[in-house]
């Protein structure tokens, strides 16, 4: 497996070039031009531009060949039908054709990199140009629907026509610009030693738009403190506060905790907009039951946010329900309306100036996880998802076979089909969510096996490497010196350390999937958490300058 630097363009794709040369029949044909807007190795993203010549274009449908071992896994602004390596793009019904000298673009995610697209057509003629004609007349046209063609906005019979551009890599970015935002875990003050500081003392707190305080709990249908002494009452020392001023207790009543540092922190970066999140993996549990009375739930996660005690620090909620409908750490059974009923009430009761955010699973597959609650319908009341495209693979299958936890791109020999972050974002764009209210998840950490032999992905294991606080789990800023990666594969290193094997993500993989997530239109990106980036938050820092 070679090394490459993710990010990196492939020299020239920023010039249009077209795929086959002929000779122009008319002065001025219809065209159809392609270049690679990022390649991160492992995989890329393509586009092309269809432009009509002297007459109208009433439709159009490009069409193209992969090398062999090349792949096309999704598109967006088209609709895509495959046939073996034969591809089939189609203008999508809500856009219509093109007025003489119109033209217009749609973009696809390919693997692995460097693939070009081969003998490309436009309706029937080189895509450099000659006489076109009809659509129908082509020969080549494949009637059979590629399984990513749900991903294309027309393919969907949710979205909408007004919210099929949403999915165009040329959606400009929200007001403000993108979205830097981390996870900060109020039990990281214990063994960790993470304290609010750190943010500042990194470097990091500069390149943040948003924190998540992590977790409230849910229980008894209600939105409840998690930690009370991490929260509001652990006293801080001069040398682990924000300012460098110890709490005291001449005023028993004055806000202590990391609430109190992270109110130090707005006052210096009144910028940063901090989200109190509920929920997690472990309390999950208590969605049920709130999801049976929403406006209850609502009014209480309100009232907590809103607390007089610590009312200014928090700008707005978030929810982390893992997940409805489907078994996380327990199961549920609430119905695929009640996740959009929770967040309709939430909006209800915290009005439009409040925040109003949720992390999301990040399975895309038919009938996955995606599928069991109205994340669609939900997106109208939520400001954006955090898709947490991680762990989709790690040691708790014991025995392999090793794979990278985050994978951008499906890659050959992926452990489940459908199992990486395209997928997801493709599948909620065809859910009719807005790209811009879309965040891609990055992991701060890798995860591994030991007992491997294999250096490549798809070997086999005996069970999870030893970690700091967890077997098969480590922080970035551990695993960048003791096991440093050696290799890529679908946009996240990987490493082979003696017997154990690891995958996460570098500075240079995080490089790419930035790039990614600009081409796509997403709102940005978040991470989960803190702790795991080194103390000079080079990980943070490759987030937010791929962000620009």
Request: glycine residues 12%.
């Amino acid at each position: 497996m070679r090394k490459i630097l993710l990010g990196s363009v492939i020299a020239g794709a920023a010039l249009l070039a077209p795929l086959a040369l002929g000779t122009a029949t008319a002065a001025t044909p219809a065209t159809a031009t392609y270049a690679v807007d990022s390649d991160w190795g492992s995989g890329f993203q393509g586009k092309f531009t269809v432009k009509a010549g002297s007459d109208a274009l009433p439709s159009w449908t490009v069409e193209v060949d992969m090398p062999s071992g090349a792949t096309i896994s999704s598109a967006w602004d088209t609709t895509m039908t495959k046939s073996g390596n034969h591809y089939t793009f189609k203008n999508p019904s809500w856009s219509g054709g093109l007025a003489a000298g119109a033209s217009a673009s749609f973009g696809f995610i390919g693997a692995p990199g460097g693939s070009t697209p081969l003998n490309c057509t436009l309706n029937g003629a080189p895509c450099a140009g000659g006489p076109t004609t009809s659509p129908s007349a082509s020969p080549s046209k494949s009637p059979s629907p590629s399984p990513s063609a749900s991903a294309s906005p027309s393919a969907s019979p949710s979205a909408s026509p007004s919210a099929s551009p949403s999915a165009s890599p040329s959606t400009p970015p929200p007001p403000g610009g993108k979205k830097v935002m981390g996870y900060f875990t109020d039990w990281g003050v214990y063994g960790r030693q993470y304290f609010v500081k750190n943010i500042v003392s990194s470097g990091s707190a500069a390149k943040l738009t948003h924190i998540n305080y992590a977790f409230g709990n849910v229980t008894n249908g209600q939105c409840a403190i998690g930690d009370s002494y991490a929260d509001y009452d652990m006293a801080y020392t001069t040398a682990n506060s924000v300012d460098g001023k110890a709490d005291t207790w001449d005023n028993p009543n004055a806000l202590r905790g990391a609430f109190n540092q992270l109110r130090k922190l707005k006052a210096m970066y009144p910028n940063i907009k901090i989200l109190y999140s509920f929920g997690g993996w472990t309390w999950s549990g208590g969605f049920g039951q709130a999801a049976a009375n929403p406006t209850a739930f609502a009014n209480s996660c309100y009232n907590l946010v809103e607390d007089p005690r610590w009312a200014d620090v928090f700008d707005g909620i978030d929810i982390d329900w893992e997940y409805p409908n489907a078994c996380g750490l327990s199961c549920d059974s609430s119905g695929p309306a009640a996740y959009r009923n929770l967040m309709a009430a939430l909006r209800a009761k915290f009005g439009k100036d409040y925040l109003i955010t949720a992390a999301i699973t990040a399975d895309g597959n038919s009938g996955g996880k995606m599928d069991l609650a109205d994340y669609g319908g939900a997106a109208q009341y939520v400001d954006w998802y955090n898709v947490m495209t991680y762990d989709f693979f790690g040691a708790w299958d014991a025995k392999g076979p090793t794979a990278p936890h985050s994978p951008l791109t499906s890659y050959s020999g992926i452990p489940v089909a459908g199992f990486y972050s395209d997928n997801a974002v493709q599948k909620l764009k065809s859910l009719g969510v807005p790209a811009n209210k879309i965040l891609l998840g990055i992991g701060f950490y890798g995860r591994g096996w030991t007992g491997v032999t294999q250096d490549a992905p798809g070997g086999t294991a005996t069970g999870a490497a030893p970690g700091t606080y967890e077997t098969g789990i480590e922080d970035y800023k551990v695993l960048k010196t003791s096991c440093p990666a050696t290799g890529t594969v679908a946009g996240t290193a990987y490493a082979k350390c003696g017997s154990n094997w690891w995958s996460y993500d570098t500075p240079a993989t995080i490089g790419g999937k930035m790039t990614y997530a600009k081409n796509q239109g997403l709102g940005g990106a978040f991470f989960w958490e803190f702790s795991g980036d080194t103390s000079n938050g080079e990980l943070i820092g490759a987030m937010s300058n791929g962000l620009k």
